[in-house]
Structure formats: structure tokens, C-alpha cells
């Protein structure tokens, strides 16, 4: 699901990402993606797909200016423009050859790219905004799937499990830890960190490194876990790191236990063990991919506030014997 790293924006021109001659070919195709880190990173598929579709053109991605880091890790974006959501697109550009909506279903997404004017629009069908060409919304559908299904139905395969991201070119900050990730964009899809804490606190006891991820705005969060998890306040690097370092810490750590967020995708990204929790969104629809390294757990009714603490260390224990017997 949606969330931020906190990398601050530098410029409101598109940025470019894989050197300035990338993208000459026979136009541009404008990818519109305007949410946070977790939205990124489901969505990378589709970005691969629509690069190898089109070779010949400059590909462009509108989101957040704090992901451009991580836009260049995919392989598959020329140039990142920096965009808010539902707002209006400063594009400069020439005239768009095609222009891809994976940002949502509604009239206002859709009408962001019609006034660009772009040959042609691949987006999900939406009456209200005119829109008829493309496949009918399906709401129970996981994330990632759901949009190579969309370019799918526009004669552009895609593939669901291609999430890979190489390493960032920068050093973890702390290597082989055990990342606590106990904040979400929502109090619905946050665990108590009273409960986090005694998870932390169980793996410190069992040997392992455990430092606390968030935003700044999260960062009290992380210093309450710490403290009732018995960690130093170096354990804490919420609003501390860049987005860069955090893939990083993320890329090299032992394990990730968080919410459903965008360290867990983080997590699927670079097929580092985790173990993440879910409520009210199920799963299914922003889950994991099923390897034996990522467990997904949500508690009755959907509700994240009812995953025991047991629940969870008994999820840790199953994910570590996996990878141990893989070995």
C-alpha cells in the first residue's frame, strides 16, 4: 500500500534517469503513477512491460520525485516526472505517443492524461470520463496483477512476478539487520507497538540486529518500540535515511517484519525474508508473492489489531527454518 521515504523533491522538470540520450526513439509514452513507495514498487511489471513493448520510445514515469533513485533501478524508465497526485502534469514534451493510466479506475486520473492530449490512452474503461477502450475494473484483484492485465488487454504482455530490483549503489546503513517496520499510512493497518516491541524484543533475544524503519513523521513510533523493546536509540533509523538507503538496509537485512506498507514491498523487491502483517486490505490483494521467504499474515475479520504476538513469532521461526533448509 501506499507509503513515503521521505526523499525530498529537486526540481519540477522531468528528471532524467538513464543518462540524457536515453529515449530519442519515435516518441514518448507517459506512464502516470502519482502515489507512494508500496504503489511504486507493485507496479513495476508494468513499467518492464511497456519498456520492452516500446524500445523506440522515450519512457516517462509521473510520480513522486523522492522515487527517481529507484525509478532508475527498474531498467525500464528514461526520464521521471515529478507529479502529485490528481494534479495537473507540467509535461513539456512533444506530443505523447501513448499514454498509460496506472494510477486508478476514476474520471479524475483519466482526465489528468486526456489533457495531454496524448494518440492514445491505455486505461481502464470509465464512463464518466468518456473512456470506454479499455477492460472493466475488477476489485478484488492483486495490485501488480491488475495492471498487467490492463496492458494485457492492449497487446502488451507483462509478467506479475517480475519485482526484482538490482542493489542500490549505495551501502546499507546497517548490514544483515533485522528491519521492524511498525508504521502504515493508516491507523487501520498499523500493529500496536506495544506488540512490535515484544517482537522486537524476542529477536534481540535470539541474536539478531533489530533496527526501526519509518518516516519522519514516524519516527516517535520507532523511538516508543525501542524503548519498550529494551533497544538502543541507535536501533532507530526512521526519518534517517533516504530512499536509497533504505532499499539498502532492506537489500542486505537478515529479515523484515512490518505492516502493509512499502518496506514490505521493499522486502518482495529484493526477496528478503519477511513476515507482513495485514488489516483491513487482505493479502491477496497487496500481498507478498508466494515464496517460502515471505509470509502474509491478517487477523479475524480482517482486523490487523487481532494477530496475536505468538501468531507473529511463530510466522518469524517458519520463514527462518525455510530459507535455513533451502541452504
Known sequence: MTSSAGCACRSPDAHPVQGEAAGAGEGSVLLYRALGLGDFLAAVPAYRAVQRARPDHQIVLAAPAWLEPLARLTGAVDRLLPARELEPLAWAGPPLAYAVNLH????????????????QLLAFACPAAGYLAGPRWREDEHETRRWCRLLAHFGIPADPDELDLPHPPVPAPVGGATVVHPGASTPARRWAPERFAQVARYLAGRGHEVVLTGTTEERPLAERVAALAGLPRAAVLAGATTVEELAALVADARLVVSNDTGVAHLASAYRTPSVVLFGPVPPR??????????????????????????????????VEYAISARR
Open 285 to 318: 490483494r497487496w500481498g507478498p508473492p508466494r515464496r517460502p521467504q515471505h509470509l502474509s499474515l491478517t487477523g479475524d475479520a480482517g482486523r490487523i489489531d487481532r494477530i496475536p504476538v505468538a501468531r507473529v513469532i511463530r510466522a518469524v521461526a517458519r
Open 104 to 119: 486508478g479506475r476514476g474520471p479524475r486520473s483519466h482526465q489528468v492524461l486526456q489533457a495531454l492530449r496524448p494518440a
